[in-house]
């Protein structure tokens, strides 16, 4: 498989400690900033980690219709590994004034349960420039995350090659309904390595994720030198990738 399709086709294993979220359409002009924890909880706690997702929809349902965030999400992985990430929650705003408001407001609706006490987690503030999706898009799915380390001072190059190369596919998936919301990310608050970005899209189920992957198979045959301009600027050898199931999620 080349690395054109190896960078947004389906792998297995999950990223350690690297999220990815689901970023509100953003302008070229624009940025939005995704608040993103990462858990390890417990087998025995995640029907009361799940339940406590189910009852925060509706704050964030409001908290998007009032415009304090663009996007927001729970899930739960589908691969496992020796991460032992296990769930994953975000939130999306234009600022970080606009991430700041949301503990408050999930404070408000109630304690946080006792499991995530017993758990592992890290925390990641995610930048992204380049993203784009359905308007209004909400319920469950799919997310595929892959994280990718560049070649020291290659950060904007790749981000052109995406640009140029590979935003075309995502913009054409989501018009044809297959993609619900992508998005490119960068440590906005550097925890790893300044050179790691993520790439990350979700889709309603694994049947959308099918024809992504053939959309995938004809878009790498008309771009044939995509996969060598992309392995020039990365540390291949990096690569991971993350599927996570999507037990709620909206967007503006």
Same mark, same amino acid.
């Given at each position: 498989?080349?690395?054109? !399709? ?6 297995? +294993? ?19 900033y995704s608040y993103?924890?990462?858990?390890? %909880? ?31 999400g729970y899930a739960?992985? #589908? ?16 600022? #970080?004034?606009?991430?700041?408001? %949301? ?102 189920? !694994? ?9 995938? +198979? ?8 995509? +996969? ?25």
């Open positions: 498989m080349g690395l054109f !399709a190896a960078l947004v086709t389906l792998a297995a +294993g999950v990223a350690a400690r690297q999220g990815g979220t689901q970023a509100a359409p953003a302008s070229p002009e624009q940025s939005v993103v924890s990462l858990w390890s %909880v417990p087998r025995a706690d995640w029907n009361a980690v799940e339940k406590y997702y189910a009852g925060r929809a509706p704050a964030m349902k409001k908290l998007t219709e009032d415009g304090t965030i663009v996007g927001w739960r992985a #589908f691969v496992h590994d020796e991460s032992g990430i296990t769930h994953m929650d975000w939130t999306t705003a234009t600022s #970080f004034a606009g991430l700041a408001k %949301v503990p408050d407001a999930l404070r408000a609706a109630g304690p946080p349960p006792a499991a995530f006490g017993n758990a592992d987690h890290w925390d990641e503030i995610l930048r992204s420039t380049v993203s784009g999706g359905k308007p209004g898009a909400g319920g469950t799915g799919m997310m595929w995350v892959a994280r990718y380390e560049l070649q020291a001072g290659q950060m904007q190059d790749f981000s052109k090659l995406f640009e140029d190369e590979i935003k075309p596919l995502f913009d054409e998936q989501v018009a044809a309904g297959t993609v619900l919301s992508y998005s490119l990310n960068f440590e906005a608050v550097h925890t790893v390595s300044p050179n790691v970005v993520t790439l990350n899209y979700l889709v309603a189920d !694994a049947a959308a994720l099918d024809k992504f992957e053939a959309a995938l +198979g004809g878009y790498e045959t008309a771009h044939p030198r995509a +996969g060598a301009a992309l392995e020039e600027v990365m540390v291949t050898a990096a690569h991971r990738d993350a599927l996570f199931e999507v037990l709620s999620f909206g967007q503006k």
